[in-house]
């Protein structure tokens, strides 16, 4: 079970898991990029996700796939802000969780200011050091993500003694720093990285190794959703794109069981109907081992 405290006492949970979904408000993102660029189509999408299943919303205004450059802040927030607004003004939105994925302390003061009770950072608070005085003034939710290297160079040949070892003691140590800054442990969530700064084999090691991060004791988040190193189980004799799209859906429904079973509890996904078919499949499979208690 799960628990996590996010922002002005609420707490997501007790739950066997957790579901965030995807609302890119971007360009370029790898998967979506464009679809809800337009506010409208991004809060008929965000809207649709919380129907099918969502506990959280995760909105983006900037896309951190492999290669990609980064936007100016205004620019982000441009994206963001209407987006904000029009799921406040929603009334099938109301009560929603709304997370921000950025690493830019302006922009989360920004949506914290808007409504978002969590704040999704790729970071680990190294791009923008200012975010962490914005963490400890309003005590949000955090996603604290390893990443080797930025977005637009990470994928350049990374490199790690034993990937899961090193993604340990580094959330380890950005957990330390952020606790003794002053934010509330009860608010972290640790995601290990997929797909940022890693290999197929360093993605598959820490998908293997999940469980070690249990140490920390807190919640593990996973981005697994349809990544670049799952397209490699994709059949190369697939016949068109809807055929690739489903291999596609069908290999990362198989990783977040794998994931779920090895320790993560919360989600971050675009397909949520699938996924929560899948979690409560593993849900119903642990209730009847037993189930252990609340990890807050």
């Not at 660029?37 to 909105?59: C, F, S």
């Not at 962490?132 to 350049?156: E, F, N, S």
Request: glycine residues 8%; charged residues 20%.
């Amino acid at each position: 079970m799960v628990c996590w405290e996010i922002r002005d006492g609420a707490r997501l949970g007790p739950s066997p898991f957790l579901v965030m979904g995807i609302v890119n408000i971007t360009p370029d993102s790898f998967s979506d990029g464009g679809r809800f660029l337009e506010p409208a189509a991004a809060v008929m999408h965000g809207l649709a996700l919380a129907a099918r299943g969502a506990d959280i919303l995760d909105l983006g205004g900037e896309s951190t796939r492999p290669g990609s450059d980064e936007v100016p802040a205004d620019e982000e927030w441009r994206r963001l802000e209407p987006v904000f607004e029009l799921l406040q003004d929603a009334p099938p939105a109301r009560g929603l969780v709304l997370s921000v994925d950025t690493w830019r302390a302006e922009t989360a003061a920004r949506a914290l200011a808007a409504g978002a009770a969590i704040v999704n950072d790729i970071s680990a608070c190294r791009f923008d050091p200012a975010l962490v005085d914005v963490l400890v003034q309003h005590q949000p939710g955090y996603v604290l993500m390893h990443a080797q290297g930025r977005p637009k160079t990470m994928q350049q040949n990374p490199h790690y003694d034993d990937v899961v070892d090193n993604v340990l003691r580094f959330l380890e140590e950005r957990l330390a720093a952020l606790v003794r800054a002053g934010l509330a442990e009860s608010r972290i969530v640790l995601d290990p990285g997929i797909g940022f700064g890693k290999t197929v084999t360093h993605n598959l090691a820490l998908l293997a190794g999940l469980e070690r991060l249990a140490v920390l004791g807190r919640p593990v988040l996973m981005g697994l959703s349809r990544k670049r190193f799952l397209q490699g189980f994709v059949p190369a004799d697939a016949p068109d794109e809807a055929a690739r799209a489903t291999a596609l859906q069908l290999a990362t429904q198989a990783a977040t069981v794998l994931a779920a079973r090895h320790g993560a509890r919360i989600h971050r996904v675009h397909d949520v109907a699938q996924t929560r078919q899948t979690l409560d499949i593993v849900a119903a499979v642990e209730a009847a081992g037993g189930e252990g208690p609340c990890s807050t």
